[in-house]
């Protein structure tokens, strides 16, 4: 019998490549949030209730993705040393 070795990891993201890919997703992300309100607001003036709760929830989708980029609590906080 012979002996396999387990398969190599993937490795890990660093911070600054994870850092370089948030400067470009904060400002899309923006922008999307800002178009998907003002979809909402033409909606409803319209009386589109659905076309306007879509519009809401795909804002409400960009702002948990805009939470989530940049540095998360347990990257910025340093250990006593």
Do not use: N, Y
């Amino acid at each position: 019998m012979t002996a396999t070795l387990p398969a190599r990891p993937a490795p890990m993201p660093s911070l600054r490549s994870s850092a370089a890919g948030t400067s470009d997703q904060r400002p899309r992300l923006q922008s999307e949030l800002a178009s998907h309100e003002q979809q909402a607001r033409t909606a409803a003036a319209a009386g589109d209730l659905d076309g306007s709760a879509r519009a809401i929830l795909a804002a409400l989708d960009c702002e948990r993705r805009l939470a989530g980029v940049g540095p998360q609590v347990l990257q910025v906080i340093k250990p006593r040393g």
